[in-house]
Each structure stands twice: as structure tokens, then as C-alpha cells.
């Protein structure tokens, strides 16, 4: 699954040039679940480049992605296919969307 991560989403509203807190670590745990990120390069600094490569955040800079995450109204937003699937204050939503595997109940008889 490969994500799509637009600038607003990683930079801090209050510091263009900070990424938002919890960002870096929120990355990589989303990476460790084997998901795949997508950031463009002109999306980030050379020095957030260089945070991410020091944090081992592996990241692709082009590719059809499955969803796209950004903000909106300083809130986190998962969309897929034009539609939001998710909105939230904090990255720890975010994470847990993308790393809990959905529970599947089937009732036979």
C-alpha cells in the first residue's frame, strides 16, 4: 500500500519549516507495518529530507498511491479516492488506522 503524504500535512502550521510534533515517529511506525510512503520532493526541505533519512523513514517520491493523508483546518485527514475516510487532531489515530488490522466476525450456522 503505498501512502501519499502532501506538505500541509507534514509541516508544522506554526513553523513552515518544523514538522508537526509526533510526525517523525508516526512516519516510521506507518513504514514498520510495511506500508510504503510517498512524499514529493518538493513537499519537504532539504533538511526535513535529511531528518527523515537520519530517522530511517524510507520514502518514494512518485507512484499511484492508495491514500493520500493531509490537513485540513489543522486536522489530519485520510483520503481515498476523493473521499475522507478520517479525521483527527493527532497522529495517533492516524497510526492506528494504518497499523490495526481490521476484525472480521462471521456467524455461521
Known amino acids: 500500500m503505498l501512502i501519499s503524504i502532501k506538505k500541509d500535512a507534514l509541516n508544522d502550521p506554526k513553523?513552515?519549516?518544523l514538522f508537526r510534533p509526533e510526525t517523525l515517529s508516526?512516519?516510521?511506525?506507518?513504514?514498520?507495518?510495511?506500508?510504503?510512503?510517498?512524499?514529493?520532493?518538493e513537499a519537504?526541505?532539504?533538511?526535513?529530507?535529511?531528518?527523515?533519512?537520519q530517522e530511517d523513514v524510507p520514502f518514494e517520491s512518485n507512484g499511484k498511491f492508495d491514500y493520500e493523508l493531509s490537513a485540513?483546518?489543522?486536522?489530519?485527514?485520510?483520503v481515498q479516492d476523493s473521499k475522507s475516510i478520517l479525521a483527527s487532531d493527532s497522529w495517533e489515530a492516524i497510526v492506528k488506522f494504518f497499523t490495526l488490522e481490521a476484525r472480521k466476525a462471521y456467524l455461521e450456522r
Not at 511506525?29 to 520532493?41: P, Q, R, S, T, V
Open 72 to 78: 485540513k483546518d489543522e486536522k489530519l485527514e485520510i
Open 15 to 17: 513553523d513552515k519549516f
Open 44 to 53: 519537504i526541505s532539504p533538511q526535513q529530507k535529511e531528518m527523515l533519512e
Open 26 to 41: 508516526s512516519l516510521r511506525k506507518i513504514a514498520d507495518h510495511g506500508h510504503n510512503l510517498m512524499i514529493e520532493d
